[in-house]
């Protein structure tokens, strides 16, 4: 089965400073990448995501990128603020399934004021 | 739109005391379902998935079980209750039967605590 890992467990910033958080995946059927948000106490929130047939894709703060040769992909979070801190899971899935999202094991990251 | 609500938001059970965590779907029809379970500081576990009413998929054996008695309706149970269940259950919707899709959806979380 799939296998997605994710790192760093932990990062902290300087607000204003930019946030890298980089997973790879093991299945190369895999074909959907989202991303989470999961504030303390709630349930995760997507916050973008993207697909195989594209390598980059950008909202506002944030963007995604995928190298499906090295089967990786990261999330970027530019001028990070205080509120942008949180755990912020990666999954990978192959459309057509409805079993499940596979999880990375998650990034608690820190934006220091 | 579609909310996805659980119930109850926290929960606080004696070990072997049976367990029943409801989670519901609004505004959609036929959805895929989902009950993960989130234990302290780690990744999300796929427990159950359901495809449609009465279909459970089973993804970890242990003492939890699922059922689905109406269409947007998932509940999660178990006969008598471990220490390590203790953990965060989110319950997630996700496209329909017969219609993938991408997204999964959370709802807002059960935090339950086995004593």
């Known amino acids: 089965g799939e296998n997605v890992e994710q790192h760093p467990s932990t990062l902290s910033v300087q607000e204003g400073d930019s946030a890298v958080i980089k997973c790879t995946y093991s299945?190369?059927?895999?074909?959907?990448f989202p991303w989470y948000k999961q504030e303390l106490g709630k349930g995760p929130q997507l916050i973008i995501d993207?697909?195989?047939?594209?390598g980059e894709k950008k909202d506002q703060r944030i963007a995604v990128t995928l190298n499906k040769t090295a089967k990786h992909f990261s999330l970027h979070i530019t001028e990070t603020q205080p509120e942008d801190s949180a755990v912020y899971f990666c999954?990978?899935?192959?459309?057509?399934?409805?079993?499940?999202?596979?999880f990375g094991s998650g990034t608690q990251l820190t934006v220091l004021p | 739109s579609q909310t996805i609500h659980q119930w109850p938001a926290t929960l606080v059970q004696p070990v072997g005391s049976p367990l029943s965590l409801e989670c519901t779907v609004e505004?959609?029809?036929?959805?895929?379902l989902y009950w993960y379970r989130q234990a302290a500081g780690r990744g999300l576990q796929l427990l159950f998935y359901s495809v449609g009413i009465g279909q459970i998929s089973s993804e970890v054996p242990q003492n939890l079980s699922a059922s689905r008695p109406q269409d947007r309706q998932f509940i999660l149970s178990s006969k008598k209750l471990l220490l390590s269940d203790s953990g965060f259950y989110l319950c997630a919707w996700g496209g329909v039967a017969g219609a993938p899709s991408y997204e999964q959806y959370f709802g807002p979380g059960t935090r339950l605590t086995v004593t």
């Open positions: 299945d190369s059927a895999s074909n959907y």
């Open positions: 993207i697909r195989s047939n594209v």
């Open positions: 999954a990978a899935s192959i459309y057509g399934s409805a079993r499940q999202l596979t």
């Open positions: 505004g959609t029809s036929n959805p895929n």
